[in-house]
């Protein structure tokens, strides 16, 4: 059992490094990714930068990485910190798919594909943040950055509709009108008091 113990904690260690580049590095692969010479969105006067998103679905130990992630979020149960985690996720997911997207049609399939695996991340941190708000606790900058975000995420989305063209306009109008209702759902709760 401790040798169990030891190898998950060593995984969990080595993976959170996420094996990447230091954050310059990867603010500088983001902007060539993006084909921008900014990694924020400029949205009503609003900066979000997404997190450098470590090892891509098409690598061989990404499911090291989706494992690391289960483990994480099973052993989280504040509902503000797992809100926060799952948009960590939701990011980085986000981000994968910028990167996959830019590296050409053959992968154009997986990014659409993990960009939607990372609103499932998106939706679980609005209904944690619910659940926190709920229980009185401070949800202000969590709401915030979910709003960001979720400008962020139809930003990167309406980019990949112009890009994919009809090949796939289908999901990413499914794509686009969730993270749109998303929103709503943010700024409804902002609201709330």
Excluded: W
Excluded at 77 to 89: G, M, T, Y
């Amino acid at each position: 059992m401790k040798k169990i113990f030891l190898a998950l904690s060593f995984i969990l260690i080595f993976f959170s490094l996420n094996l990447n580049k230091s954050f310059a590095q990867g603010e500088m692969v983001l902007k060539e990714a993006t084909g921008s010479s900014e990694t924020v969105s400029k949205n009503k006067d609003i900066e979000y930068t997404l997190p450098y998103p470590g090892i891509l679905p098409d690598s061989p130990l990404y499911f090291l990485k989706t494992a690391r992630d289960k483990i994480v979020s099973f052993l989280i149960s504040d509902p503000l910190k797992k809100a926060e985690f799952n948009l960590l996720a939701a990011d980085k997911r986000l981000n994968s798919g910028i990167f996959l997207f830019n590296k050409g049609k053959e992968k154009y399939k997986l990014a659409i594909s993990t960009v939607s695996k990372g609103e499932n991340y998106f939706e679980e941190a609005i209904i944690k943040t619910e659940e926190a708000k709920k229980k009185g606790l401070d949800t202000n900058d969590i709401l915030r950055r979910l709003s960001d975000s979720a400008y962020k995420h139809q930003e990167v989305i309406k980019s990949f509709e112009k890009t994919a063209g009809q090949d796939f306009k289908k999901e990413t109008v499914i794509l686009l009108k969730r993270t749109e209702n998303f929103k709503k759902l943010v700024d409804s709760l902002r609201l709330q008091k």
